[in-house]
């Protein structure tokens, strides 16, 4: 068994890799609808889906969020919105292998069908059940609630990127259910159906280890790491291991 350290960029970079490595990112990519609703995380799959497409060039992140938790010097509102949002690039929608730039999940919700695919980020994880809940600031319950029509009302595909470090203790329905108590305040959260994708499933994916949490944090920008132990077969674990330096330097997340 073996051991790796990973940042909170380079496991952002990680599960991107993976799930644009996916079978059914593949064949969805060139004959269906993927639609990559922004976010941090999200960001680092988009650039990695669309430089399968020989797009990623054209695709810049740092403003591919709405929402965001920043440091108290940061002024965000309520919703965890910037006051200024100009340059927000609205999220990636691919149909038939074209990006269709400028286009936010909105605009195609309605025309998603099985077989199609959403890819929407989460705030919080509950690793042992795998489920996954989204913070809501919008009155009508924001992009989460638009792409539920499609996952429910016609089982498109919803895949959900988060990192470890978003793990918490506690039943995310009950933790829900407090937050839209009509004495509560701030946001709201909202717990979602859907394939659940952390560093975990990103490094078995990749290289075909078994991967388990065994420590987190750090200092010196190390702060929200996670240790991962791995193991696997001798080949495996050198596949693993070549993976994860190859994304281990990743720099820090930036808004400017």
């Given at each position: 068994m073996r051991q790796c350290v990973l940042t909170s960029s380079?496991?952002?970079?990680?599960?991107?890799?993976?799930?644009?490595?996916?079978?059914?990112?593949?064949?969805?990519l060139c004959h269906g609808t993927i639609v990559i609703v922004a976010g941090t995380t999200n960001g680092y799959v988009a650039e990695e889906i669309l430089n399968t497409l020989g797009e990623g060039n054209a695709f810049n992140r740092k403003r591919f969020f709405r929402g965001v938790t920043l440091p108290p010097e940061y002024k965000v509102t309520e919703a965890g919105r910037l006051p200024d949002e100009r340059g927000f690039p609205g999220d990636v929608i691919i149909k038939d292998g074209v990006w269709q730039r400028g286009k936010t999940i909105s605009d195609v919700a309605d025309e998603l069908k099985e077989g199609d695919v959403i890819i929407k980020g989460a705030n919080a994880l509950d690793p042992v059940h795998k489920r996954a809940a989204v913070l809501v600031g919008h009155r009508q319950?924001?992009?989460?609630?638009?792409?539920?029509?499609?996952?429910?009302?016609?089982?498109?595909?919803?895949?959900?990127?988060?990192?470890?470090?978003?793990?918490?203790?506690?039943?995310?329905?009950?933790?829900?259910?407090?937050?839209?108590?009509?004495?509560?305040?701030?946001?709201?959260?909202?717990?979602?159906?859907?394939?659940?994708?952390?560093?975990?499933?990103?490094?078995?994916?990749?290289?075909?280890?078994?991967?388990?949490?065994?420590?987190?944090?750090?200092?010196?920008?190390?702060?929200?790491?996670?240790?991962?132990?791995?193991?696997?077969?001798?080949?495996?674990?050198?596949?693993?291991?070549?993976?994860?330096?190859?994304?281990?330097?990743?720099?820090?997340?930036?808004?400017?």
């Open positions: 380079a496991g952002k970079r990680l599960i991107g890799k993976a799930i644009a490595g996916l079978a059914v990112i593949k064949s969805t319950g924001g992009t989460m609630t638009i792409a539920l029509q499609a996952v429910v009302g016609r089982r498109v595909h919803l895949i959900l990127p988060v990192g470890l470090e978003k793990r918490i203790y506690g039943n995310l329905d009950e933790i829900a259910r407090l937050l839209i108590m009509p004495e509560s305040e701030g946001l709201r959260l909202l717990p979602v159906p859907g394939e659940v994708f952390t560093e975990i499933e990103a490094l078995s994916s990749l290289a075909g280890v078994t991967p388990e949490l065994i420590a987190a944090g750090g200092v010196c920008a190390a702060e929200g790491s996670i240790r991962l132990a791995f193991s696997g077969t001798t080949e495996a674990e050198s596949l693993a291991e070549q993976i994860i330096q190859s994304v281990a330097f990743e720099p820090r997340f930036t808004i400017s």
